[in-house]
């Protein structure tokens, strides 16, 4: 169902019940919300249990408006109210939870609720000097408006901030000579390895290159070059790279 439709169960008590129903269903209308009503949607001649089953069945909501003769009516299972009861009954024990049927409480000073809608949290319509806040509380519940709306879950302010520690990245002296290491086997006769070679392998920065050239040059593991385009590895330089082979 796209569009929002209500169906009002009641008990015609009087003329003047009657009315009162008319009045909220017309108000309900004039609201936005598709309302089913025996007074204008039933014809004479027509099928009640048929109108009752489709009504109930095709509608967002339900109200069913509790009089005390509706209540009577109700418990004992009498006429149409009675018939109502047992479709009633049947959706609410296949769907638990379901908000659907709306007790409306329409009494004077007492509170007889049908037995089988005793869970339902009804609202209240018994005082006429009330009627605009009860009607506004229906509307805003039938059209998903509350007033106080649930607030956007948020973050927990004391979730940990890493679940575990960074991985710490290879010191610059020993990216350079895995990258010496990589490429050792392009070693010319004397043992000279191109930088430019072991630069394509590191994957940094000239300056990184060149800050790692200057360290590994002060620990004694390589000589370079004048221009510094060729390296050669000492032997401590190469017991550092099968130290750190892996």
């Given at each position: ?25 017309c108000r309900l209308i004039e609201s ?85 809608l005793k869970s339902k949290l009804y ?87 060149d800050h790692a050239l200057d360290q ?31």
């Amino acid at each position: 169902m796209d569009k929002t439709k209500v169906f009002i169960s009641y008990s015609h008590d009087s003329f003047e019940h009657k009315k009162w129903v008319l009045q909220l269903a017309c108000r309900l209308i004039e609201s936005g919300i598709d309302t089913v009503l025996d007074q204008w949607d039933l014809k004479l001649g027509g099928d009640l249990p048929n109108f009752m089953e489709k009504g109930i069945s095709e509608s967002t909501r339900v109200l069913l408006v509790c009089t005390e003769r509706y209540t009577e009516k109700s418990n004992s299972g009498n006429g149409g109210v009675g018939y109502e009861k047992m479709i009633v009954t049947s959706e609410v024990f296949e769907k638990t939870g379901s908000v659907k049927f709306i007790p409306v409480l329409r009494q004077g000073g007492s509170a007889k609720i049908p037995i089988f809608l005793k869970s339902k949290l009804y609202i209240d319509f018994s005082k006429d000097e009330d009627y605009e806040s009860a009607i506004d509380e229906l509307l805003r519940e039938i059209l998903d408006a509350p007033i106080i709306k649930k607030p956007e879950l948020g973050e927990n302010p004391y979730k940990t901030v890493l679940k575990e520690p960074s991985p710490t990245s290879p010191k610059p002296i020993t990216k350079l000579m895995k990258g010496i290491s990589d490429v050792y086997h392009k070693a010319a006769a004397d043992g000279g390895l191109r930088t430019d070679w072991i630069l394509e392998k590191m994957a940094v920065s000239r300056l990184l290159f060149d800050h790692a050239l200057d360290q590994a040059e002060d620990l004694e593991y390589i000589r370079c070059s004048n221009d510094r385009n060729v390296l050669w590895v000492t032997s401590a330089g190469r017991a550092f790279m099968v130290t750190n082979e892996n």
